[in-house]
């Protein structure tokens, strides 16, 4: 029995509970732990930002939704000064923790992220908080290739490449995309 008890918890689907607030990480802005599920059985770890009371709960009225992608090979705490810059401008912005460090090999883990914004937990400090008509995703290097096919998946508003780039096989497909795109630049990655 010792040995099917983790088997089955994990067949069912265990996971943490689904946070109510967040913890404050500087004025206006807390930060909150998410589990997802990706790939059908794959509990993908989701840290989420948001603008928030001095007691770590969401500011009231639905706001924008952010899925943030990681570059490849960058840990995704080295993009938490963005999440937090635009959780001081009121986005609720997620950042999805993918195998390796590399999204391309978990593309769907960005299109979880989403659903986390679109159809929260009940309960949870995202529920009546994130606009689901007003969604961005986003990407920096590696992630910018990913945040292509997100977008060309559909559910997306706008997409933000940061020195970053298309799939090569995706460029015939972007004349379709239909939604507004911003690719930022620079000397240096």
């Known amino acids: ?5 983790p088997l089955v918890l994990a067949l069912a689907g265990c996971k943490l509970a689904a946070p109510s607030t967040g913890q404050v ?3 206006g802005v807390a930060r909150a732990e998410f589990e997802v599920r990706a790939r059908g059985t794959d509990i993908v770890k989701t840290t989420v930002i948001f603008p928030s009371d001095d007691a770590g709960a969401p500011l009231p009225g639905a706001h924008p939704g952010v899925v943030f ?6 840990s995704t705490t080295r993009y938490e000064w963005q999440a937090r810059a635009l959780a001081r401008a009121g986005y609720v912005v997620t950042i999805p923790e993918h195998p390796l460090e590399l999204a391309f090999f978990a593309i769907d883990t960005g299109d979880a992220a989403r ?3 679109v159809t929260p937990p009940a309960g949870s400090l ?4 994130v606009d689901a008509s007003k969604l961005v995703v986003m990407g920096h290097s590696l992630g910018s ?4 096919k997100l977008a060309l998946e559909g559910g997306f508003d706008a ?3 940061e020195a970053g780039y298309p799939d090569t096989a995706d460029i015939s497909k972007l004349p379709t995309l239909g939604i507004p795109t911003l690719s930022l630049a620079g000397s240096s990655d």
């Open 1 to 5: 029995m010792k040995k099917v008890l």
């Open 25 to 27: 990480v500087e004025p």
């Open 69 to 74: 992608v990681q570059g490849g090979s960058v």
């Open 115 to 117: 659903s986390l914004l």
């Open 126 to 129: 995202l529920e009546g908080h």
């Open 145 to 148: 290739v990913v945040t292509v």
């Open 159 to 161: 997409a933000i490449l």
